[in-house]
T-cell receptor
Framework: GEDVEQSLFLSVREGDSSVINCTYT??????LYWYKQEPGAGLQLLTY?????DMKQDQRLTVLLNKKDKHLSLRIADTQTGDSAIYFC?????????????FGRGTSLIVHP | DTGVSQNPRHKITKRGQNVTFRCDPI?????LYWYRQTLGQGPEFLTY????????KSRLLSDRFSAERPKGSFSTLEIQRTEQGDSAMYLC?????????FGQGTRLTVV
């Protein structure tokens, strides 16, 4: 995922907020996604945002999109030990371009008591 | 369970053997993707189908790899003459339009 970059690790204390950041390169991206992967499992779609939005909230999750800087973030409020996993950011072009999601290398979130 | 289903979940094979994986997408999802994931990396795109048509193939997909999606339903990914470097998790995803849903993956170990 050289077109999508994420920091590799994030460590937070249980109950705090976590903010996972991602930068992407293609300004034509129309959909941006956050996936969660637990050890040995597939990817679970957490949330996604369309490029004409700048914020989306879904329970404990808040996605912020800064199109000018091509920056996407995922905030997890009240982080729990069950949130420990690898989080992947992905971009996808819309119609007229490739429909193929492109992934970053993932951010490993470690939640400690 | 109406999610994406992949079989087998695990496969151990000797170098040089052929292997085939199956993916059953969510019903009526017309788009299907295969990805490969190695340790510490994100999923890397291999190939993409829209209905039964294979529309894109990555340069990662060497001549030893072939994928099919007959009738636009399930898909198979075959690797011929496996090499140790093929050891990875192979992930399948399906999409109706905007969101891709992944299966649990098939972990391949080539010994």
């Amino acid at each position: 995922g050289e077109d999508v970059e994420q920091s590799l690790f994030l460590s937070v204390r249980e109950g705090d907020s976590s903010v996972i950041n991602c930068t992407y390169t293609d300004s034509s991206s129309t959909y941006l996604y956050w996936y969660k992967q637990e050890p040995g499992a597939g990817l679970q779609l957490l949330t996604y945002i369309f490029s004409n939005m700048d914020m989306k909230q879904d329970q404990r999750l808040t996605v912020l999109l800064n199109k000018k800087d091509k920056h996407l973030s995922l905030r997890i409020a009240d982080t729990q030990t069950g949130d420990s996993a690898i989080y992947f950011c992905a971009e996808r072009l819309g119609s007229g371009g490739s429909y193929i999601p492109t992934f970053g290398r993932g951010t490993s979130l470690i939640v400690h008591p | 369970d109406t999610g994406v289903s992949q079989n087998p979940r695990h496969k151990i094979t000797k170098r040089g053997q052929n292997v085939t994986f199956r993916c059953d997408p969510i019903s009526e999802h017309n788009r299907l993707y295969w990805y490969r994931q190695t340790l510490g990396q994100g999923p890397e795109f291999l190939t993409y189908f829209q209905n039964e048509a294979q529309l894109e193939k990555s340069r990662l997909l060497s001549d030893r790899f072939s994928a099919e999606r007959p009738k636009g339903s399930f898909s198979t990914l075959e690797i011929q003459r496996t090499e140790q470097g093929d050891s990875a998790m192979y992930l399948c995803a399906s999409s109706p339009r905007d969101k891709a849903f992944f299966g649990q993956g098939t972990r391949l170990t080539v010994v």
